[in-house]
């Protein structure tokens, strides 16, 4: 039997069409589309293809689509790429809250000697542009802001933000990590993201392969190369062109676009049944980010008084798919630094579990969870310390503790 996959935060199944897209160049389109004769030229001819119709659904220029091999590979392009090619600035700012491929990169540039400011955000996983104002220096090299976080589905105002940033000088280079966000929400990078210099995202979110991402660079852009040692994309990434994968990306992203109104109403309308229904049925449950707009196909719950780890075992015992939060941290028995960030008491930062929906999800698969998730809850509650089985509900000593951020020291 097929399991139940709600973790499409950490991957997506690869559309079918995309599949049949890709297979001309896993077979008898093999050439090297650097070659010079007569057969790889269609080869060529396709990574132009996909190209342009990438950039024309993101309101850019073609040669301003780099692609890569993921959002991880983008992000550090366009983070060390930028902070090479603008060497007298040493100061960037970000949120607490990016993926790992921004905050971990956040981190070692701090170990390196540059200054990093991480912005805080409010219990709701927001941003305050007043917070993102006073870290604005003359020596800011760079902005990189997430569109959407990939835990909370929380998004960010990053129109605003890369609208203040240029206005106080514009020399300043933003970038958007867009991996959650691509073919779910609007951009457009002529409209809406004018104001953005460097956007990130990759195939595996939007039903294509693992193994391909892209990196907008608007015209006029300061970033140096990442990898070195060949011309193609145009001299600014070393290697040779993944281009069966490039082909699937671009069929992804033009599937998502056209049927982006038909199945956002539908994954939505989904993902608040599934909300609705386990926070009535489970008590001391909340529903993180859930003051904050967020995107329609995440539902991260913080469940109180048990372990996430064994809410993930009980799930997929029932073929039940679903994460505790980003999938490049989930070997670390760490909390979430997300989710710490945003003030989660200590009795639930462990606790938390990320349901997030796809185009392939069904009723019957929410109806599913529905049934087996408040099961699951209240098994694990009855091996708690910190839970009453008598009156089913947390001891008073738990209760004390359930609004503190960090665990009470003892003695």
């Not at 997506?12 to 050439?31: G, K, Q, S």
């Not at 997430?146 to 105002?157: C, D, K, R, S």
């Not at 040779?240 to 671009?250: D, K």
Request: net charge negative; proline share 5%; charged share 25%.
């Amino acid at each position: 039997m097929d399991p139940i996959y709600l973790d499409n935060n950490a991957t997506t199944r690869v559309a079918p069409e995309v599949v049949d897209a890709m297979i001309p160049f896993l077979t008898d389109n093999y050439f090297n589309p650097s070659s010079m004769y007569d057969a790889a030229r269609p080869v060529a001819d396709a990574i132009t293809a996909a190209r342009k119709s990438i950039a024309s659904l993101l309101g850019a220029r073609a040669p301003e689509i780099l692609f890569t091999s993921c959002a991880t590979e983008s992000n550090n392009t366009a983070v060390f790429g930028t902070l090479q090619a603008n060497p007298d600035r040493r100061h960037i700012i970000t949120t607490g809250v990016e993926h790992p491929a921004i905050y971990s990169v956040g981190q070692e540039l701090e170990r390196q000697g540059l200054a990093v400011s991480f912005l805080p955000v409010d219990s709701n996983g927001r941003v305050d542009a007043r917070d993102f104002v006073r870290e604005l220096r003359s020596d800011t090299a760079l902005v990189s802001v997430m569109h959407a976080n990939n835990e909370t589905g929380v998004i960010f105002p990053v129109e605003e933000l890369a609208r203040i940033a240029k206005e106080t000088d514009s020399n300043i280079v933003v970038h958007c990590d867009a991996t959650q966000s691509v073919g779910k929400l609007p951009i457009n990078l002529r409209e809406n993201f004018s104001n953005v210099d460097l956007l990130s995202f990759s195939g595996h979110k939007l039903h294509a392969p693992k193994g391909i991402g892209a990196l907008f660079i608007r015209r006029g852009t300061r970033c140096r190369p990442f990898l070195l040692g060949g011309h193609q994309e145009e001299g600014r990434r070393a290697g040779t062109e993944n281009v069966a994968f490039i082909v699937g990306l671009a069929r992804a992203f033009e599937l998502a676009m056209a049927t982006h109104d038909e199945d956002e109403l539908r994954i939505r309308t989904l993902r608040d049944r599934l909300e609705k229904s386990l926070v009535e049925r489970i008590s001391f449950l909340e529903v993180n980010g859930s003051g904050a707009d967020r995107l329609s196909n995440t539902l991260n719950l913080a469940v109180h008084f048990i372990e996430g780890e064994g809410i993930l075992y009980q799930l997929s015992s029932h073929g039940i798919c679903a994460s505790s939060g980003s999938a490049c941290t989930s070997g670390s028995l760490e909390p979430s630094h997300v989710l710490r960030a945003m003030s989660v008491p200590f009795t639930a930062v462990h606790g938390s579990i990320r349901f997030s929906l796809s185009r392939y999800s069904t009723d019957e698969e929410v109806d599913k969870v529905i049934e087996v998730f408040p099961e699951i809850v209240d098994s694990l509650r009855r091996l708690s310390p910190y839970w009453d089985v008598a009156t089913n509900r947390p001891r008073p000593e738990a209760m004390e503790m359930l609004n503190q951020p960090e665990m009470p020291q003892q003695g």
